[in-house]
Structures are given as structure tokens and as C-alpha cells.
């Protein structure tokens, strides 16, 4: 069985090797469940032009497809830096219950990845944000939620 150390180590590798083959930034992410890493993920955003091809969504991708399941619980995940709003939410809806990280935010920040702006923009109310935001059909939209609540068959998340 592999110590939390190794399993960070693995992550860090993934960043470094995939980011020296042309393949994105530099982030690496290992899944593990019962002591065994089951999902890795690398930084493929420019390689594959997904901008939601971080390390972390990425092997959040893979451990969902490899468990057959949307929910992660029992899960840690093994990120090689901080991991920015997007996939810290991921993170949160796949419910993996720990999360270990090596760079900081400030370190990524360093070399060229700041997310203070986004952390910002969350911050603000939609009509102020950097993204023009204005609201559509609010009470349609809205009587779908009162249908999903009556749906028998739905599968809760």
C-alpha cells in the first residue's frame, strides 16, 4: 500500500511529464480509493482545446467512468497544486471526502495561472461581473424545478 506521499509525488510527476510533452499546464491530479489510485488527470486544455480540461476534472472524469458513479464518496484526491473555483466545485459535487494539494495558489499564480480574479468576479452581484449577465424566462425555468421535485424517478444528486 502507498503512503500520501507517494500519492502526491505521482500527481507532481503527472504535471511535470505532461507538461514537458506539450500538454497542457503544469498540474498533475491521482484519485485513490481503498489505498489504490483507480483515475490520473493532467492539464489537457490546450492540447485537447477544452478550457474545463483541468487535471482534477479531468480525473474526476475517470474515476466516475472507472466506478461506474457520479458520486465519489471514499474517494481522496491528489492535486499537484491548489486547485482553482472550478475544480474545487468539482471536487465538492463529486463528493470526494480529501483533498491533498502541494503548490499554492500563490505559486501557481507565480507562474502565470491567477484565479484571484475569478474568486473576485464570485464576489459581485451578476449585473457587475466581467461577463454580462442578464436573467431570461426566470419563472420558466424555474417551474422545471417544480417538476423535477414531483419526478418519481429521479435520481438525486
Not at 97 to 104: E, F, N
Not at 109 to 130: H, M, N, T, V
Amino acid at each position: 500500500m502507498c503512503d500520501r506521499h507517494t500519492f502526491m509525488t505521482h500527481a507532481i510527476d503527472l504535471s511535470r511529464k505532461h507538461m514537458l510533452g506539450g500538454e497542457g499546464g503544469p498540474f498533475g491530479a491521482v484519485i485513490v480509493k481503498d489505498g489504490k489510485v483507480i483515475a490520473e488527470g493532467w492539464n489537457q486544455v490546450t492540447s485537447i482545446n477544452d478550457p474545463t480540461a483541468h487535471a482534477e476534472v479531468q480525473a474526476i472524469r475517470t474515476a466516475c467512468t472507472e466506478l461506474g458513479s457520479f458520486d465519489l464518496s471514499g474517494c481522496e484526491i491528489y492535486a499537484s497544486c491548489e486547485p482553482c473555483p472550478m475544480c474545487l466545485s468539482a471536487i465538492y459535487w463529486a463528493r470526494i471526502g480529501k483533498l491533498y494539494y502541494g503548490a499554492t495558489a500563490a505559486d501557481a499564480a507565480g507562474g502565470g495561472f491567477d484565479d484571484a480574479f475569478i474568486y473576485e468576479q464570485f464576489a459581485l452581484p451578476p449585473e457587475k461581473r466581467s461577463v454580462k449577465t442578464e436573467r431570461l424566462e426566470g419563472e420558466a425555468a424555474a417551474r422545471v424545478f417544480d417538476e423535477w421535485s414531483l419526478k418519481a424517478d429521479k435520481v438525486p444528486y
